[in-house]
């Protein structure tokens, strides 16, 4: 830890931090989404998720605050209203896990999840589920467990989105006003777990400047770089990650 409570970590702790965060709204002005999850599984490799999921949240907060009112009018509330059901029942579960669950499985779920969702995008899988008020709500109830546990639960969304015939820029806008919605509940949650602390502000202050730098850069190169290729290329760096991530927390557990 760092020698006063505004300094979170060692400084090439801090310095490897603003850089996953400076790649990390890279990705979210691109895509339009993966903040959390990439803050998560690059930071959870040495940080324990219960000190980095709320800050992971807050970013999320502070990155679609400026997004709403352009998006607004495109938000597939058909969608959004089962979802925040859902999200309303399995979020305090999830947190309640993240506050209990010993780190190296944590960390060996975060990572696996954030796999799984990676290669799945990857191999060009589209389930053909019918879009229906129980898809609505069961992907709700998944993702916000997943939310409460490791801040990666938009993922799980996005995963879900993408197999609908919803517009992009509808798509777009119902995947940020999610996240936003999303994060502010679990955040609430978290804190009544006393998860939310002088760490979570600290880590927080640290990392949104390199993460509205990255957005501002995303939102700039995105004219410039096809979305299809970029999507790929970011989804081929999470798997890398959270494949090193699941690789480190077995070692952990095999040598422990």
Known sequence: MG???WVPAPWPWLGYG?????????????????????????????????HIVPSAMMLEILASISLLRSVWPHIAWHWIR?????????????????????????????????????IM??????????DSI????????VAGFLSGLSSIGGMIAATMLFTTPLPA??????????????????????????LVGADTL???????????????????GFARIGEVQFRRAVLLVLASVAGL?????????VSG
């Open 3 to 5: 020698s006063e409570w």
């Open 18 to 50: 603003a850089v996953v965060a400076l790649f990390a709204g890279v990705v979210r002005g691109f895509a339009g989404f993966g903040l959390s999850a990439f803050i998560v599984a690059g930071m959870s490799l040495w940080l324990s998720p219960q």
């Open 82 to 118: 089962p979802l925040l059901a859902g999200y309303a029942v399995s979020v305090p579960a999830g947190v309640w896990c993240l506050s209990v669950l010993p780190e190296v499985p944590l960390r060996t779920a975060v990572s696996s999840v954030i796999l799984a969702a990676a």
């Open 121 to 130: 995008l990857l191999s060009g899988f589209h389930p053909r589920w019918r």
């Open 134 to 141: 129980t898809l609505r709500l069961g992907t709700g109830l």
């Open 169 to 194: 820029a509808q798509l777009r806008a119902t995947l940020i006003a999610l996240f936003f919605m999303n994060s502010s509940y679990t955040l609430l949650w978290a804190h009544h777990r006393g």
């Open 202 to 220: 600290a880590w927080t202050a640290w990392l949104v400047l390199p993460m509205l730098i990255g957005i501002a850069i995303g939102r700039h």
């Open 245 to 253: 991530g699941v690789a480190r927390a077995l070692w952990v557990w």
